[in-house]
């Protein structure tokens, strides 16, 4: 039982290249989250699936898109990298009743 | 909209001493509270929660009361080791919500 797993660990990208952060679970959650981690500003939800086929956008969303691909998987999408993109990256999941959330290890993305 | 506030950090201990953080927030009904916390290099987990006033959560010597008066939830351990060096995070949850508000964070750091 791996929980929460994300690929890749670290990243380095070049200002407006792409790429596609994963993130799976295998707890059968049917909720799925992505947050951004920046020095002084706690945790930062960018978008949330509530349950397999909806998305919805949290506070930070702008330049990002997400996929629930199914029940397990739920990827982040940078189309165009700038620099302020640089952050590290969790992905989370939870179950009702309690919502308790279960974060993964975490993405360190660099944006040159 | 719901809020949770931390003490700021960065707090520094010698081992064996005793260790407050403060939480309180704002929330409308009845929310669940957690404290998570996260090791260098690695995601958030889940230390302890409540769910109902008076409600006391506890795991690995920590523990934390749900105030409902005081709209409060500090998390205490009575004697800290090295190992608790981490940055603790308070959330809570509305009922039927699927979304955590997070506080910034206090980082911790035990010295021996």
């Known amino acids: 039982n791996a929980g929460v797993t994300q690929t890749p660990k670290f990243q380095v990208l070049k200002t407006g290249q792409s790429m596609t952060l994963q993130c799976a679970q295998d707890?059968?959650?049917?909720?799925m989250y992505w947050y951004r981690q920046d020095p002084g500003m706690g945790l930062r939800l960018i978008y949330y699936?509530?349950?397999?086929?909806?998305?919805d956008k949290g506070e930070v969303p702008n330049g990002y898109n997400v996929s629930r691909l199914n029940k397990r998987e739920f990827s982040l999408r940078l189309e165009s990298a700038a620099p302020s993109q640089t952050s590290v990256y969790f992905c989370?999941?939870?179950?009702?009743?309690?919502?308790?959330?279960?974060f993964g290890p975490g993405t360190r993305l660099t944006v040159t | 909209g719901d809020s949770v506030t931390q003490m700021e950090g960065p707090v520094t201990l010698s081992e064996e001493a005793f260790l407050t953080i403060n939480c309180t927030y704002t929330a409308t009904g009845y929310p669940s509270l957690f404290w998570y916390v996260q090791y260098p290099g690695e995601g958030l987990q889940l230390l302890l929660k409540a769910t109902k006033a008076d409600d006391k959560g506890s795991n690995k010597g920590f523990e934390a009361t749900y105030r409902k008066e005081t709209t409060s939830f500090h998390l205490e351990k009575g004697s800290v080791q090295v190992s608790d060096s981490a940055v603790y995070f308070c959330a809570l949850i509305r009922p039927n919500d699927y979304k955590l508000s997070f506080g910034a964070g206090t980082t911790v750091t035990v010295r021996a």
């Open positions: 699936s509530a349950s397999e086929g909806t998305t």
């Open positions: 989370a999941s939870s179950e009702a009743p309690s919502y308790e959330q279960y």
């Open positions: 707890m059968n959650h049917n909720s």
